[in-house]
């Protein structure tokens, strides 16, 4: 029997067939290329699908910490106010969005009572919303709202008490603006969780908000995460908005985001009351408003 030690040892071919995939899947999060095992996928690509999967889950149904955030905000010396929709909990918010629309009467009689004694309207409020995403709120609104925050002090801007809404609606900033008497809603929600990113934040800004206004009177900017876009440029998109809605006196499908094109002039946003007037349909609001304050006429 010849030794086993003298045969020639067998080795894999050092040449392998290269994947075309390789390349388009390093530049994207999506789901490409990911091989199979038999009629199946890889392990690894399973357990990674399952992981993104429970993570969105979690961002939807993980119920967001308004006081921690609250905290976070009074620690950059920033006054917020919490509110709830009319959704009860999270199982009655993604059964009936139209809850999710609404003030809760406490909630908003709370607004109200916040609304500058001196009969001032507040230029601005953001509203900071948990939406589809308590993750994204709490991963990315506090550097995003930072960011911004510069531009509209610079402004000179009337700035509400910022506003932490649990169970909310992009809608809802049109009843909390309404309520405080607010231009400009700027309300910053987490999206809708995807596989590829369950953190992502969007940033709806409406001019005059009120109960009524439609998503085609809302200017939108959206996926702002670490792996979208990113937090300095959502900030110049969200001023640059803020900016022209209140030099044009509209917001929606009749304002564009040409930020990239024109350079915001630093620190010389026009004032929302200053030059152009306010619409006919507009004005009729602010008066009431004053009035209601005054105490003319009652809510």
């Known amino acids: 029997m010849k030794n086993d030690a003298a045969r020639p040892a067998i080795r894999p071919s050092p040449t392998t067939t290269p994947d075309p995939w390789s390349a388009l899947r390093a530049a994207t999060p999506a789901r490409i290329a990911l ?20 993570r969105a889950r979690d961002a939807v149904h993980r119920p967001l910490d308004v006081q921690a955030l609250g905290n976070e905000l009074a620690l950059q010396g920033l006054k917020w106010i919490g509110v709830d929709s009319q959704a009860s909990d999270r199982r009655v918010y993604l059964a009936r969005p139209d809850l999710g629309r609404r003030l809760a009467p406490a909630s908003r009689h709370a607004l109200e009572a916040a609304r500058d004694p001196d009969a001032r309207e507040f230029d601005l409020v953001f509203v900071l919303a948990d939406g589809l995403s308590s993750t994204a709120l709490a991963h990315n609104a506090l550097p995003l709202l930072l960011a911004c925050l510069p531009a509209i002090h610079a402004w000179r801007w009337h700035v509400a ?10 809608a809802l900033s ?15 929600v987490g999206e809708r969780p995807g596989l590829s990113a369950a953190d992502s934040l969007g940033v709806y800004l409406t001019w ?3 109960p009524g206004r439609t998503d085609a009177q ?10 979208g876009l990113r937090t300095d440029e959502a900030a110049q998109r969200v001023s640059y908005l803020a900016s022209e809605a209140a030099r044009r006196r509209i917001s929606g499908v009749a304002l564009k985001d040409d930020s990239q094109q024109a350079a915001l002039p630093g620190g010389q946003a026009p004032a929302p009351h200053s030059q152009a007037p306010v619409p006919a349909r507009d004005d009729a609001v602010v008066s009431a408003r004053l009035r209601e304050r005054q105490g003319l006429v009652r809510p």
């Not at 091989?35 to 429970?54: D, I, K, V, W």
Request: glycine letters at 6%; one cysteine or more.
């Open 35 to 54: 091989g199979r095992a038999g009629s199946s996928l890889p392990t690894r690509a399973m357990l990674e699908f399952q992981l993104a999967h429970a």
């Open 161 to 170: 008490p910022i506003v932490i809404a649990r169970q909310a609606r992009v």
């Open 208 to 210: 005059m908000p009120r």
């Open 218 to 227: 809302r200017n939108c900017v959206s996926n702002i995460h670490a792996n």
């Open 174 to 188: 049109d009843e909390i603006g309404d309520a405080l008497g607010a231009r400009l809603a700027v309300m910053l």
